[in-house]
């Protein structure tokens, strides 16, 4: 396939599932302003030195989706890309092999998803870089975030994200549905990190979720905030305040005491590199796959096999 064509088709792969964050089309509100894997050559060579590749079914990973070409790109990945555990061996052989690798299946498992849904082979081969390659996990401080879900689920979802976001309005169903369909392994917590540059009344937004958190009400104003967005002036904001029957006199006081708790929220953005929204991160990995609840649901449950 011609380089036009490799990226017309991973232009059309991201525009449908709106990835967080990619440097072609870049669906994401942009702010204004441990392991180091062996060669995939030579990780081929090691598992497969006969040069003809292993088509093998792969334990526990079903590959019928896939017609014939793609099943051969598949078996073929599956072979030169690395152990998603840092092992000096390939995908194949800590699927086939490596039992104490518990992210193996799971990541073959993505890999046949992601060619049966039309994803280009470049694609595959940089997501699973960006997955697999690095395991920089932050320290994120949610203590004092809003959060949906059970605090105690053994996955925990953050999202820095700007209620002026046509990016994370369009995240919004897809993370509830991520979150209903894997219901007790994961809660997500809710960073705010309004992009005033871009969007000037965002922040007016933010502190509007938190003034209602404190009567209780935060689910219900984060609906209604996504609904109504952009109007998020201070006077849109308290007539969301009043019909959902809030105080609104302690609404207005939290409202204008709501400033240091956003900028804490941006200041520890900042410190985790967030330059877009929305961002998420799982158990402080950074989510690097599309904007799609199958996925997210994915990720959860890999995360939650590993650490449950």
């Known amino acids: 396939m011609h380089y036009n064509a490799q990226v017309s088709a991973t232009q059309n792969f991201l525009r449908f599932f709106g990835l967080v964050s990619f440097v072609v089309v870049g669906p994401a509100c942009k702010r204004d302003n441990p392991m180091s894997a062996q060669p995939a050559e030579v990780i081929a060579a090691a598992d497969n030195a006969s040069g003809a590749t292993d088509k093998t079914p792969l334990p526990g990973v079903d590959v ?17 890309l690395p152990s998603p555990c840092g ?7 800590s699927v086939t092999t490596d039992t104490a690798c518990k992210r193996a299946t799971f990541a073959a498992r993505y890999v046949a998803t992601l060619l049966a849904d039309g994803a280009p082979e470049a694609f595959i081969q940089g997501d699973y870089d960006k997955r697999y390659k690095s395991f920089d996990v932050k320290e994120i401080d949610t203590s004092k975030a809003p959060m949906s879900g059970n605090v105690d689920a053994p996955v925990k979802l ?3 994200f700007d209620y002026a ?4 309005i369009g995240m919004k169903p897809k993370l509830d549905q991520a979150l209903a369909e894997h219901a007790g392994k994961a809660v997500l917590f809710y960073e705010m990190f ?23 009400k935060f689910k219900e104003m984060h609906e209604i905030l996504f609904l109504k967005s952009p109007a998020h002036k201070r006077e849109d904001v308290l007539k969301y305040a009043g019909a959902l029957g809030l105080d609104l006199a302690r609404f207005e006081a939290d409202y204008d005491a709501a400033d240091a708790h956003v900028d804490s929220d941006i200041r520890q953005g900042e410190t985790l590199n967030v330059a877009s929204t929305p961002t998420l991160f799982l158990n402080g990995r950074l989510y690097t796959g599309p904007q799609d609840a199958k996925y997210i649901g994915m990720w959860i449950e890999e995360e939650f096999a590993v650490n449950r």
């Not at 019928?64 to 030169?80: C, G, H, I, N, P």
């Not at 092992?87 to 052989?93: E, G, I, M, P």
Request: aromatic share 6%.
């Open 158 to 160: 953050v999202e820095y």
């Open 165 to 168: 976001c046509p990016a994370c």
């Open 194 to 216: 309004p992009l005033e540059a871009r969007h000037p009344d965002s922040r007016s937004a933010a502190k509007a979720a938190l003034a209602a958190q404190a009567q209780g």
């Open 87 to 93: 092992k000096a061996h390939s995908l194949r052989t």
């Open 64 to 80: 019928s989706a896939l017609e014939d070409a793609k099943a051969d790109t598949f078996y073929r990945l599956v072979a030169t």
